[in-house]
């Protein structure tokens, strides 16, 4: 019997075992093909500023660009989104294990005052959806000096 202690209770059998640990082994998942999983997880998004304009990148894979929308909302936010489709389920097919997800996504973000929302642009490739929002060119404030007299 072994005195090292697993994670969650009980005890491992052997310390050297090539066994990978399962966290959730015993834990019961709704079957991702039910049409109630429409839990696709939110896509991520690296968003970066340059001195030109700031730019967005979602990591979308397996979505085409028909499958995604980029809209510019009251002017100020971008909105992404889309819907990954559940695959069609064979009823001479044995399912493994179902790790993809499908379902539903958006996110949204507000941008700055100095984005120019009329010349957005949005590009998709290899699965990241790249969006460009060039920036206006911030104005410096007239300086007038003024003479000290005196």
Same mark, same amino acid.
């Given at each position: 019997?072994?005195? $090292? ?13 090539? %066994? ?28 970066? %500023? ?11 894979? +397996? ?7 980029? @809209? ?6 971008? !909105? $992404?989104? +889309? ?8 009823? =001479?097919? /044995?399912?493994?294990?179902? @790790? ?15 984005? &120019? ?8 490739? =290899?699965?990241?959806? /790249?969006?460009?929002?060039? &920036?206006?060119?911030? &104005? ?5 000096? $003024? !003479?000290? /007299?005196?």
């Amino acid at each position: 019997m072994s005195l $090292i202690p697993s994670f969650f209770g009980g005890r491992r059998s052997d310390p050297f075992s090539l %066994e990978v640990w399962d966290p959730f082994r015993d834990f019961q998942f709704p079957s991702a093909l039910s049409s109630e999983n429409s839990a696709f997880v939110n896509a991520r998004v690296d968003w970066r %500023e340059t001195p030109e304009a700031h730019v967005l990148k979602a990591d979308l894979p +397996g979505l085409k660009k028909e499958e995604v929308k980029v @809209e510019i909302e009251d002017n100020s936010v971008l !909105q $992404i989104s +889309g819907e990954r489709n559940v695959e069609k389920e064979d009823k =001479n097919d /044995t399912w493994h294990r179902v @790790e993809r997800s499908s379902g539903k996504f958006m996110r949204r973000f507000r941008l700055p005052e100095n984005a &120019k929302m009329d010349e957005v642009k949005a590009s998709m490739e =290899n699965g990241v959806l /790249t969006v460009t929002v060039p &920036k206006a060119e911030v &104005k410096k404030p007239d300086v007038k000096p $003024i !003479q000290i /007299t005196g």
